[in-house]
């Protein structure tokens, strides 16, 4: 009932785990690093499918955490990789002076 009410969620998980995987691809591709088999963002979408859909957990709750935890996920790797880029690159993220030594 309460999914019918917001039925944005779903697309809102999917599309955060789904960035979340491109911007890993693109990491790995400009670093000429290997790709991981089963990307880690997938871990936790596996998981809400098999408490939604096996253990018969309420699909809306289990798909509104999942989308609060997809959007954290992704807001967190892109705060790493910002912070290791401007670490490499000796700068200070949104600003145009260098860090001072």
Known sequence: EDFLSNPEFGPIAYGFTF???????????????????????????????????????SPPTVITIYSAFAMFSFVHYCYVVVND???????CAFSITSKRR
Do not use: G
């Open 85 to 91: 880029l401007c670490d490499h690159l000796n700068i």
């Open 19 to 57: 960035s979340n995987i491109v911007c890993r691809l693109m990491i790995n591709q400009m670093s000429y690093t290997r790709c991981e088999l089963i990307e880690p963002p997938l871990i936790p979408l596996f998981l809400a499918w098999f408490l939604a859909i096996v253990l018969q957990i």
